[in-house]
């Protein structure tokens, strides 16, 4: 199993044999998929398809937009309205496209997490909960702190206006 080398290395050999496919299996988990992921796979990924194409559309018109004002643009010229709604509705249009498509990227990313953690909907939000929980009780104590701090000030001052 282990060999020495001459300069004290150790070499081990393992005995694993390479099978095609084999680093897809090690994305993809070894028991099937279960009803929440087969789920979160029906209803996100035509979401993230159609966040695709509106993407491709949208950067398509804005491409069409651009090449038919500009045109307009360069015949008037000296009137800026028109120059300053078409660089608007450009800029607009790229964002909006740009906006789709990481949307779109995003949701097949926490497809591909989801997938690759196993872990089920309801042990997710029942770590949601607990943090929310979390928040809540340090915000209520916060509030709490805050709220004697203003009546302790208030009774100062309070104090304060007799004595003069």
Not at 15 to 33: T, Y
Request: net charge positive; hydrophobic share 40%; proline share 5%.
């Amino acid at each position: 199993m282990a060999d020495r080398h001459t300069h004290g290395q150790l070499q081990t050999h393992s005995h694993q044999q390479h099978r095609p496919g084999g680093m897809m299996k090690s994305i993809l988990p070894q028991k099937g998929p279960t009803a929440t992921q087969i789920l979160a796979i029906v209803t996100l990924l035509p979401v993230g398809g159609t966040l695709f194409c509106l993407a491709g559309i949208t950067l398509i018109c804005t491409l069409i937009g651009l090449a038919v004002a500009t045109p307009v643009f360069l015949l008037f010229s000296p009137v800026l309205v028109p120059a300053i709604l078409t660089v608007g509705l450009a800029v607009a249009g790229f964002l909006t496209s740009g906006a789709f498509g990481v949307t779109g990227l995003s949701s097949f990313s926490w497809i591909l997490n989801y997938l690759q953690q196993g872990k089920s909907v309801p042990e997710n939000l029942d770590a949601a909960k607990r943090r929310m929980a979390d928040a809540a009780s340090h915000l209520g104590q916060k509030t709490k702190d805050v709220g004697q701090t203003i009546q302790s000030k208030a009774q100062e001052g309070k104090e304060g206006a007799k004595t003069t």
